[in-house]
């Protein structure tokens, strides 16, 4: 199956990001959301991004207006009826994420994939949203943060996905130059069981005193060879998404995801991170 046309749902940071992977790749791109400015919003991601690789030369203002000519912000989701494949990437809320795949589910023509990239809840739960016949092109795919870098996706079948469809997926994301890996559907996937153990320590050696959160970025830097450290790439996640994905691992897992009072504190302060202007870090809101 060749995908030439891509849904995304969801214009935010990872919406946005994801989007444009696919548009980098050649691939026309359908980007929805609630609204029309959030969905312009996160063509103005996509532009900002691509500023940022003018600046180090890694691409030239031709690449730029041709990748962003092949993406269609928008409200409407019956323009993803003739879409190959379609992401979602709405808030990591199970009803939410139902809801949005109720409605793809009749939109779009019987042969396109739905995939999700959930961190953490279930694909063979999310797949019950659809019609049985649609449930064998249901898979999760996992892209790691920030997107539009990072190579890393998971790719997660559930119990019904088809063998067909994993394939399929997998070699897209080879094409659009990502490194899938293939994940049994457990909850927290293998990424975010890893991430979230490592930055639960880093947030007991903030809680006790033993070094300050621009010294443990330090050493993920300087000593673990990380490219960002873990108190800012947290910072760029979003603490509310961290959080209650750390109450998702805990319930299923117990005492080794509780979730950190550090975070916790940020979150009922409202100090969410990049997209609040204040986190472990202050931004400059734009």
Do not use: W
């Not at 060879?225 to 509310?240: E, M, S, Y």
Request: charged share 25%; hydrophobic share 40%; net charge negative.
């Amino acid at each position: 199956m060749t995908m030439k046309k891509i849904g995304v749902v969801g214009a935010g940071m990872m919406g946005a990001e994801i989007a444009l992977c696919f548009a980098r790749a050649g691939m026309d791109v359908i980007l929805a959301d609630i609204k029309q400015e959030f969905a312009d919003g996160g063509k103005q991601k996509q532009a900002a991004i691509l500023d940022k690789q003018i600046a180090k030369g890694r691409t030239t203002e031709e690449v730029k207006a041709a990748t962003l000519s092949r993406v269609t912000p928008t409200v409407d989701l019956t323009l993803m009826a003739d879409c190959d494949l379609v992401v979602e990437a709405v808030l990591e809320k199970l009803e939410i994420k139902a809801g949005t795949f109720e409605k793809l589910d009749k939109i779009c023509k019987p042969e396109t994939i739905l995939a999700s990239n959930t961190s953490s809840i279930s694909i063979t739960k999310l797949a019950s949203s659809v019609s049985k016949e649609r449930a064998a092109n249901f898979v999760g795919t996992h892209f790691n943060s920030p997107a539009s870098v990072m190579k890393l996706v998971e790719v997660i079948p559930g119990l019904l996905t088809s063998q067909e469809t994993a394939d399929t997926v997998t070699k897209v994301l080879l094409d659009i130059e990502k490194e899938p890996v293939r994940v049994k559907d457990v909850t927290g996937f293998a990424l975010n069981r890893l991430f979230h153990v490592f930055y639960g320590e880093a947030m007991r050696l903030i809680e006790e005193g033993v070094a300050s959160p621009e010294d443990i970025d330090k050493i993920c830097l300087y000593g673990l060879g990380h490219p960002v450290g873990i108190c800012k790439l947290l910072d760029q996640t979003g603490h509310d998404l961290n959080v209650s994905v750390d109450q998702i691992l805990f319930d299923a897992y117990g005492e080794r995801f509780r979730p950190s009072p550090v975070l916790q504190r940020f979150v009922d302060s409202g100090r969410l991170g990049r997209k609040s202007g204040e986190g472990f870090y202050s931004y400059e809101k734009k």
